[in-house]
């Protein structure tokens, strides 16, 4: 048995917390979605959070893109979770972690849910193949 739950975990943090609700219930058909306020950040709790499972996704917005604590804590989570990852809806990569997604602004939601489910899963892929060549390897 895994030590990890494989469903991924994702985190919303959009300046509206309505339009975060709504967007977490969206997709909780496939991940552990959870909505990050930017006025309740917890590194500690985020970054424990983010270890219980194999993969996570921190998904903002362009107005919450530019909070240097949101990217703080990305950047922290990127050094800490092998499988973290961003994605930034309307804003710029910069001062986001190598590797982070950025999507235009006025994508549509449903775009943006296929996105995150399609990249989940391709995610979870790579983390059971990484996981069965090291399992190989220590035979």
Known sequence: MTPFNSTPIIWIAFSNGAESESFA????DF?????????ELNRSEFLHENGKHQSAWLVVDEETSENATVQALARASTESHDY??????GGNLQGWPEGSIELPQHELSTAVIDRLRNESHVLRISISRMRHMRRLQGR
């Open 25 to 28: 219930a969206r997709i909780r």
């Open 31 to 39: 991940a552990e979605a959870r909505v990050l306020s930017t006025s």
């Open 84 to 89: 973290f990852k961003c994605m930034v809806i």
